[in-house]
């Protein structure tokens, strides 16, 4: 009788790996409270200047929820086309949470205005920042195949 096989343990990753991943930006879920309940929003995301930006349409949960609340910014990929040019193509994968403080600006800089456009319809003219001060991450290493029966 064969042994199951056990998956690796993921492993850390430290501050530096985690902004290298987080790129230049992608798409993201901010993890945020709404009406005392927890809430998650998948959102594109930009890096600039220390920071992780989305923008939002007024008046959603979101824009109404996360102005100067904490939030958690997660972000990941797996297989193949994880993001680390075939580093990960043993089928493992990542994943980074970006966590703090939320802060709506009415004037993002432009190169964030440029990096975030608006893949959902409506107009998204509310632009949010969370500081990459406080992340944590790891990479989870491709489960080995089990064995035939």
Known sequence: MSAVPVP??????????????LG??????VVFTAGSLPAVATTNYAVHGGR???????????ARSVTNAVV??????SGPASGEAGALADG???TVTV???CRALDDPPEAVRGALDAWAPGVREQFFCVDLALLSGQRTPARAPAPPF
């Open 52 to 62: 992780l930006w989305f923008r939002t349409a007024a008046g959603t949960a979101l």
């Open 8 to 21: 690796p343990d993921p492993q850390r990753l430290d501050a530096g790996r985690c902004r290298h991943l």
């Open 92 to 94: 493992g994968g990542w």
């Open 99 to 101: 966590t703090g403080r």
């Open 72 to 77: 958690a910014v997660n972000v990941d990929a």
């Open 24 to 29: 230049p930006g992608g798409v993201g879920r």
